[in-house]
């Protein structure tokens, strides 16, 4: 992870509704030699929305400003991990990144990586 991620914070008059960090050159895939997903990779390290702020396109408009970012930068990828262990919670952000158009690229258990082209989850864009 980079020393200094940039991080993007989603506001209201009630305060911070939720926050993503993450880094448009951060090409992990690359690096790993994971061939599937090729060209300029963006990676978010961590998104995280108020609970009384769930399911209000909060965490989606998130993403998609990371997406949008990317894209300004030449990325034609979006990576993250998705926390591994087993729970209720997991499933939930499991069905969160499926509906955004990601999918697990990672096949091997210890390397959660999901992502999708920049250009689908734009596609995918809720709106603001």
Do not use: N
Request: proline residues 6%; hydrophobic residues 45%; aromatic residues 8%.
């Amino acid at each position: 992870m980079p020393e200094y991620p940039a991080v993007a914070v989603a506001c209201s008059a009630q305060g911070v509704l939720g926050v993503v960090e993450f880094d448009l050159s951060y090409d992990l895939g690359r690096a790993a030699e994971r061939h599937e997903h090729l060209g300029k990779q963006a990676w978010i390290f961590s998104l995280a929305v108020q609970d009384e702020w769930r399911g209000r396109s909060v965490g989606a408009q998130l993403v998609c400003y990371v997406a949008q970012q990317a894209k300004a930068d030449g990325a034609t990828f979006l990576a993250l991990a998705v926390q591994e262990e087993p729970s209720e919670a997991r499933e939930r952000r499991v069905r969160f990144f499926e509906r955004l158009g990601m999918r697990r690229i990672t096949s091997s258990p210890g390397d959660p990586a999901w992502g999708a082209p920049v250009a689908a989850i734009l596609g995918r864009q809720p709106p603001s």
